[in-house]
Structures are given as structure tokens and as C-alpha cells.
């Protein structure tokens, strides 16, 4: 009896090992098939058409590993923000990083015509316990640079709209295509500075309107008949004392200002939703603006500041991001401390 029960044993046991092993076998095509479907319906969504089988090929497998990666980190310990399955999926982060940020970062930290001035919002103390310029109607809808590394000229345009609100009552949106083209303190697609925008900014008499010389997303000749006329102007600007979050503060508390900041990240590349507590460091290669600032609700609540991106409504937020604020390096997080300007007017 004991051997028959023995027997039975080992025969269920192996019969468990055949099935699990069977269960494998038909999971793993299952889940190739799944992704397959997915890849090809993102591809649809997002209207991207490969040159060949080849290129289809490497791109899937670069979807799959970051939708596999996305998933993980979705389904794993809760940090107060998601990711998602975006435009970027069947990019690298390095060929995202390549393509998609843009800001030129000074090799050395040397004084600028917006430092030259005592910073005017250092007595300031007014400061609301939260803010958000959107519902002022000082900030155009979210734009989308496409694959030219032209962040710091909507960041700087984004700051330029704000100031020409407050001080104007009129929001206009700005051309950035008109940096793109004729600022030749910087380069286009292939990156530059927000401060050096300014400056050429005021050098040109201002920008015309977004209407008037349309985004194209690729680097152009300066259309002069377009910019004639110019629909706002700024006086000058300044930069915010580095490293120091309260006068960030500050600054945001009285105009939208633009910001540099680290985000050719991975989960930048993919964020979605919440407050973005995620490492990063101070390797700043993109530019935003910030917008506003909060809290989260509840006991606890995570403090943020709200950036307003140039990658398209389909990113973040409907094109934001809420990044965590007063974290406890003076950089901030992602350094976005670090080298914040904004214009006069």
C-alpha cells in the first residue's frame, strides 16, 4: 500500500511538472502574440511607419523591452507616480536623450547680463500657499518641439507669453519657430540657452506670433518679411540665484519662468501621472517652465512644482508634469535649481 501511495505520488508530481511546463511553453507565445498586437496598434495610434521589415524588427524589440520595463515599474512599490506606454516606446533612452531635449548647458558658470542685476523678487514675501498660472490665463496650450532639440526656445517663449500676459492682459502664443530660425546666439535643432534667447529676443525687438511664422520643427532661414512685425517685446531678464528653490519660489510666485533641468531620464522618458520623485541628477540637457507649484492632498500631501514641457498633450499630464519640490539637495530635484531665468517686460 505504501508503494502504490508512493507511486501515486511521484506520478502527480510529475504530471504537475509536466503541466507547468506546458502552461510555459503556451504563455510565452501567448504573451509574444500580445505584444505584437500592442505594438502594432501603437504603431497605428501614433501614425509610425518603419523603412523596412529590418527597422520594424529592431523597433519591436526595443517596444517590447520598454513596455515589459514600464509594466514592472507600474505594478511594483507605489512612489507617487506612473509611467506609460507613450510616443517614445520604441526609441532608446539614449536615442530619446539624442533627439528630444536640447539644452546646451554653459561649460562654466560665468556671469550673465541676467545676473548683473540684484535678483528683484528677493524681498518678495507675498507668496501664495499654491499657484497655478493656467488658471490665470497666462500660459498658451502645451506644443510639441517633434525631434528637434529646440526645448530652450519653448521654454523661453513659454516665459515670454506669461510676462506679456501680466503685463499686458493679453495672452498671445509666440513664434518659436522664429528663434529656430534667426536666433543666431544659438543653434536651432541642436540645442541652446533660454538666456541667450532673451538677449536676442531684446536685440530683435521682440517676436512675432505663432500664427504669423508656424512651428516647423526643422532648422530654417530667417524669413524677415515674418518678422517684421513683432506682437511682444520684453525688456530684458534675469536669472535666479542657483541652487536655491525659495527663490525659485519666489520668481514663480510672480511669473511663469524657464527652467533647466535634467529630463533625458528613462522614467522622464515615460512619465505619466502623479508627483516625479524619481532619481535624476544634476546633468541638466532639457529645458520646461515652471507654471505653478502645490501640494498634493492629505496628511503628508508631496509638495510640486508644475512644469509645462514641450512634448505634446500625449506626454505627462496633457503635456505636464508635477516634479517634487524643496527636496533636500540645493539643485533640486533633477537640478532644477540650477540655471532658472526669466524675461522682463
Not at 507617487?80 to 517614445?88: C, D, I, P, Q, W
Request: hydrophobic share 35%; glycine share 10%.
Amino acid at each position: 500500500m505504501a508503494k502504490q501511495n508512493q507511486f501515486s505520488f511521484l506520478t502527480s508530481a510529475a504530471l504537475l511538472v509536466i503541466i507547468v511546463s506546458v502552461s510555459e511553453t503556451l504563455c510565452r507565445p501567448l504573451e509574444e502574440e500580445h505584444l505584437l498586437k500592442q505594438h502594432e496598434e501603437w504603431m497605428a495610434i501614433h501614425g509610425r511607419v518603419y523603412k523596412d521589415a529590418v527597422e520594424k524588427a529592431k523597433r519591436y524589440e526595443i517596444f517590447k523591452e520598454n513596455v515589459k520595463r514600464i509594466n514592472a515599474f507600474n505594478n511594483g512599490k507605489d512612489v507617487g507616480y506612473k509611467l506609460a506606454v507613450n510616443k517614445f516606446a520604441d526609441l532608446t533612452n539614449e536615442e530619446f536623450r539624442a533627439s528630444y531635449t536640447g539644452y546646451k548647458r554653459r561649460p562654466t558658470r560665468v556671469l550673465s547680463s541676467g545676473e548683473k542685476k540684484p535678483f528683484k523678487y528677493a524681498n518678495f514675501t507675498a507668496i501664495p500657499a499654491a499657484l497655478d498660472w493656467r488658471t490665470k490665463k497666462a500660459v498658451t496650450p502645451v506644443k510639441d518641439q517633434g525631434n528637434c532639440g529646440s526645448c530652450w526656445a519653448f521654454s523661453a517663449v513659454a516665459a515670454m507669453e506669461g510676462i506679456t500676459m501680466i503685463k499686458k492682459g493679453k495672452l498671445v502664443p509666440l513664434s518659436v519657430q522664429e528663434l529656430v530660425d534667426c536666433d543666431d546666439n544659438d543653434d536651432g535643432c541642436m540645442g541652446g540657452l533660454m538666456d541667450s534667447a532673451f538677449e536676442f529676443i531684446v536685440s530683435n525687438g521682440g517676436l512675432t506670433t505663432e500664427a504669423n511664422y508656424p512651428y516647423q520643427g526643422i532648422d530654417g532661414t530667417c524669413n524677415t518679411a515674418k518678422t517684421a512685425n513683432q506682437a511682444a517685446s520684453i525688456t530684458g531678464y534675469q536669472d535666479v540665484p542657483a541652487n536655491n528653490e525659495k527663490a525659485l519660489l519666489q520668481a514663480v510666485a510672480n511669473q511663469p519662468v524657464s527652467v533647466a533641468i535634467e529630463g533625458g531620464g528613462y522614467n522622464f522618458q515615460f512619465y505619466s501621472s502623479g508627483v516625479f520623485t524619481g532619481s535624476c541628477g544634476t546633468d541638466i540637457d532639457h529645458a520646461v517652465t515652471a507654471v505653478g507649484y502645490g501640494k498634493t492632498s492629505g496628511s503628508g500631501g508631496t509638495k510640486y512644482w508644475l512644469m509645462k514641457n514641450s512634448w505634446g498633450t500625449g506626454w505627462g499630464e496633457k503635456g505636464y508634469m508635477r516634479i517634487q519640490k524643496d527636496v533636500s539637495s540645493k539643485a533640486g530635484l533633477c537640478g532644477l535649481a540650477t540655471e532658472a531665468s526669466y524675461p522682463t517686460a
